[in-house]
């Protein structure tokens, strides 16, 4: 699985890669691989405000629907209209082309409760032989 | 993995949409091994299944299949099955996973005395080789040795000493087979079947597309399109059940449904635009209503659209009407089609 070094995870396997005050969310590779074959994906709105933790779209593979958490508090600024027409981007590049919203982070939010690349591979440990779903 | 009747199972090896392309274009294998198996023998076995079961024993010949259903007193599904002929007075029933207890408890309540009736699904493994280029695979199997069963008929051979059966049956409406073999030949077996059918580029598959294929047709699934609360009737499936048999439990309820119409149907829709795919225990709405809720839902791989199915009230249980489903507080359209949503071009042979 791949777990890129500089980016920040939710233990809900979003990532968050930060830039300045801004941040750009998407699903994990362990998270795209459980899901099976994206089909559908629910953007957020541009202008949403979210909670970190909160439920914020819903991303629907063959199998099932899932609710996709914002990893930080902040506005949407921006989302990938792509998957619109692309939705397996994320199966297929979930840390690139794959990417789902970016959001303007609140003054002074802690984002001390996201983990590293470590202790997220530490989460998914073992996970590569099948976790469960 | 997944839990699927007290197993533990794969939702996929490779992709539900891969394998499901494979199945419809080539070839894939489903691992059945959870399914459940019956053996009923005896002078009396054929009329004692026939006042259990809705279809009529009396048309299968040796070698010969039917889908059929077992039913409890008010006439509702406690499980679809399939019951084979495998000789003069012996019967093989594959039924489903998760109603073996059920199922064999009942049947056993309701046993005729001189029938001897067993559960042998614990010593048994099955394999389901389904696509257009099943038929080559037995044939790199078996050439020459066995010719193929037709649809809907069954093999019983002997391979290295031990009882394999081999029927033209399958849950996806491509050509296949579906093999029973000893618990202890699973891993050979499929090992096999995998190896033999690499020339064909055989993909394993898993539940995501079992499910998926069979909804295309529109084979119900037990505990979701069929259930006690539900009748074959209701379901579309009366072709299943043989009124002319005088007694068979739950007869009455059927027939009262037969002569006096049924209030709902079972029947499948597509969403007609862009929408999230449907899934089960979505609201159904007609006219601002809400009229049923979804019993099976998914995307189609084969005709990239949401489909599934739902029991609606008669008078809206028509193709072409117009629903709304309801997905997570917005309605998309849908249209009532006709079964099957998808016809395979796999000519049995």
């Known amino acids: 699985m791949n777990v890129p070094d500089e980016l920040q995870y939710a233990a809900t396997h979003e990532w968050l890669r930060l830039d300045g005050a801004t941040g750009t969310v998407g699903i994990t590779d362990h998270a795209q691989a459980e899901l099976t074959d994206v089909v559908y994906v629910e953007l957020p709105k541009v202008g949403a405000q979210v909670n970190a933790g909160q439920q914020i779209c819903v991303v629907e593979s063959v199998k099932a629907a899932s609710d996709i958490y914002s990893p930080v508090s902040g506005t949407v600024t921006a989302v990938n209209d792509a998957l619109t027409a692309s939705p397996a981007l994320l199966n297929t590049d979930p840390f690139g082309e794959g990417w789902i919203f970016q959001i303007k982070i609140e003054a002074g939010e802690d984002i001390e409760h996201l983990k590293s690349a470590a202790q997220y591979r530490e989460q998914i440990g073992g996970a590569d032989a099948g976790g469960e779903v | ?349």
């Open chain 2, 1 to 349: 993995m997944v839990d699927f009747g007290g197993w533990s199972m794969p939702v996929q090896y490779s992709g539900i949409i891969a394998e499901h392309h494979a199945v419809r274009g080539n070839l894939g294998v489903f691992d059945i091994s959870h399914m459940g198996q019956f053996f009923a023998e005896g002078a009396g076995a054929a009329a004692w299944l026939n006042r259990l079961l809705t279809n009529n024993l009396d048309r299968l010949s040796v070698g010969e299949c039917q889908y059929t259903f077992l039913l409890n007193n008010d006439g509702g599904v406690i499980d679809d099955l399939i019951v084979y002929r495998i000789a003069d007075a012996r019967y093989l029933l594959v039924v489903n996973a998760s109603k073996i207890d059920e199922d064999f408890a009942w049947m056993q309540a309701h046993l005729d005395p001189g029938v001897q009736f067993e559960n042998h699904s614990e010593h048994y493994a099955g394999f389901a080789v389904q696509g257009p280029k099943s038929a080559q695979l037995f044939d790199a199997f078996f050439s020459g040795q066995y010719s193929r069963p037709a649809r809907n008929e069954i093999l019983a051979i002997e391979i290295d000493g031990e009882n394999y059966y081999i029927a033209r049956t399958g849950y996806t409406g491509e050509d296949g087979f579906e093999v029973f073999c000893p618990a202890g030949r699973a891993v050979k077996s499929w090992n096999d079947i995998l190896g033999k059918g690499a020339a064909f580029a055989i993909k394993p598959c898993g539940l995501g597309a079992r499910d998926t294929l069979r909804l295309e047709m529109c084979y119900p699934l037990n505990g979701s399109d069929l259930g006690a609360d539900t009748t074959p009737i209701e379901a579309g499936l009366g072709i299943f059940v043989d009124l002319q048999k005088t007694d068979f439990i739950g007869r009455q309820k059927l027939a009262d449904q037969k002569e006096q119409g049924v209030k709902r149907r079972l029947v499948p829709f597509k969403m007609t635009g862009a929408s999230p795919p449907p899934r089960s225990h979505y609201a159904v709405f007609k006219g601002g209503e809400k009229i049923a809720e979804t019993t099976s839902g998914s995307l189609s791989p084969t005709l990239k659209a949401g489909i599934g199915m739902a029991y609606i009230p008669t008078e809206f249980a028509r193709i072409n009407e117009q629903i709304e489903i309801e997905i997570r507080g917005q309605r998309f359209p849908a249209t009532i089609e006709k079964k099957p949503l998808h016809r395979p071009n796999t000519a049995t042979n």
